[in-house]
T-cell receptor, first 119, second 114 residues
Framework: AQKVTQAQTEISVVEKEDVTLDCVYE???????LFWYKQPPSGELVFLIR??????QNEISGRYSWNFQKSTSSFNFTITASQVVDSAVYFC????????????????FGIGTKLQVIP | DVKVTQSSRYLVKRTGEKVFLECVQD?????MFWYRQDPGLGLRLIYF???????EKGDIPEGYSVSREKKERFSLILESASTNQTSMYLC?????????????FGPGTRLTVL
């Protein structure tokens, strides 16, 4: 069974600090996809990034970076020089590429990490 | 841009009422989903649909039903609302059921059952 653990339920940082959100996953599949989503106070989850299990290259997008390490089953998300607009709940998610149920490949979400950036 | 809209942002209902939550997506996506989000529990899948009139149960379908008569519209129905169904309900869609497809979410409906 697939599982996603986000051990940090809430984090508070002061603006301009760097912050890392942890994500640890469990899966028996060798092919899978990992995702990060952002849920701002408005409520709508927004897709940030997808990474497949064969691509361990780290990714950087502006102030955001992602560190995927298969050896530790982790897919951590770092925000550099945090800003108030980064305040949100962040979800890590896992989708396996194995046999589907009906027309859908199940996605498992972590419980989310609430990030508060204090001005 | 994909847009997923939900009929209400906030809804207050009484115990025993029948409740309809509507969701519409405008990008011809095959798959649509209903989740509920509760503190400390994250997102839990209630039902999903992979085609018109096709549906499958998610992790917590009890007390809910769904309807998908048109590709763009997916409705969640609470036949007889109960207080333990007070929650945030999120609708989502994805292009297809492939595991690499990201999901696009609506803004959510915060339902309170009194």
């Amino acid at each position: 069974a697939q599982k996603v653990t986000q051990a940090q339920t809430e984090i508070s940082v002061v603006e301009k600090e760097d912050v890392t959100l942890d994500c640890v996953y469990e899966t028996r599949d060798t092919t899978y996809y990992l995702f990060w989503y952002k849920q701002p106070p408005s409520g709508e989850l927004v897709f940030l990034i997808r990474r497949n299990s064969f691509d361990e290259q780290n990714e950087i997008s502006g102030r955001y970076s992602w560190n995927f390490q298969k050896s530790t089953s982790s897919f951590n998300f770092t925000i550099t020089a945090s800003q108030v607009v980064d305040s949100a709940v962040y979800f890590c998610a896992l989708s396996e590429a194995g046999p589907r149920s009906g027309g859908y490949q199940k996605v498992t979400f972590g419980i989310g990490t609430k990030l508060q950036v204090i001005p | 841009d994909v847009k997923v809209t939900q009929s209400s942002r906030y809804l207050v209902k009484r115990t025993g009422e029948k409740v309809f939550l509507e969701c519409v997506q405008d990008m011809d996506h095959e798959n649509m989903f209903w989740y509920r989000q509760d503190p400390g529990l994250g997102l839990r899948l209630i039902y999903f649909s992979y085609d018109v009139k096709m549906k499958e149960k998610g992790d917590i379908p009890e007390g809910y039903s769904v309807s998908r008569e048109k590709k763009e519209r997916f409705s969640l129905i609470l036949e007889s609302a109960s207080t333990n169904q007070t929650s945030m309900y999120l609708c989502a869609s994805s292009l297809s059921g492939n595991s690499y497809n990201e999901q696009f979410f609506g803004p959510g409906t915060r339902l309170t059952v009194l």
